[in-house]
């Protein structure tokens, strides 16, 4: 059975940071892109960013980018998305996905989801 289990939300002022993890289960860990997505209140979900855990090439959205960063450790099967200089816009719940196409990310039809963790940032 796959599974992708997050965790690391919270409430956090903003300039603080949160790093969260998602720990996956039940694939090959190697052959698939991780990519964390985001979807705040009465918005729709979007890509945050990507990796591919076999060569560790990533992509952010531009609205993080220099903010956050995504590792994978590929001994654990867990993905990690370290977020620094949170802002309250970054309020959201943030879901992991895999899929064995990184261009999936893009389209936002990733193969694999897990169920989300809620990162709040108060101002």
């Known amino acids: 059975e796959v599974q992708l289990v997050e965790s690391g939300g919270g409430l956090v002022q903003a300039g603080g940071s949160l790093r969260l993890s998602c720990a996956t289960s039940?694939?090959?860990?190697?052959?698939?892109?991780i990519a964390w997505f985001r979807q705040a209140p009465g918005k729709e979900r979007k890509g945050v960013s990507c990796?591919?855990?076999?060569?560790?090439?990533?992509h952010y959205a531009d609205s993080v980018k220099g903010r956050f960063t995504i590792s994978s450790d590929n001994a654990k099967n867990t993905v990690y998305l370290q977020m620094n200089n949170l802002k309250p816009e970054d309020t959201a719940v943030y879901y992991c996905a895999a899929d064995k196409s990184f261009s999936a990310y893009f389209l936002g039809g990733m193969d694999y989801w897990g169920k989300g963790t809620l990162v709040t940032v108060s101002s």
């Open positions: 039940g694939f090959t860990f190697d052959d698939y892109a």
């Open positions: 990796i591919s855990t076999d060569d560790g090439s990533a």
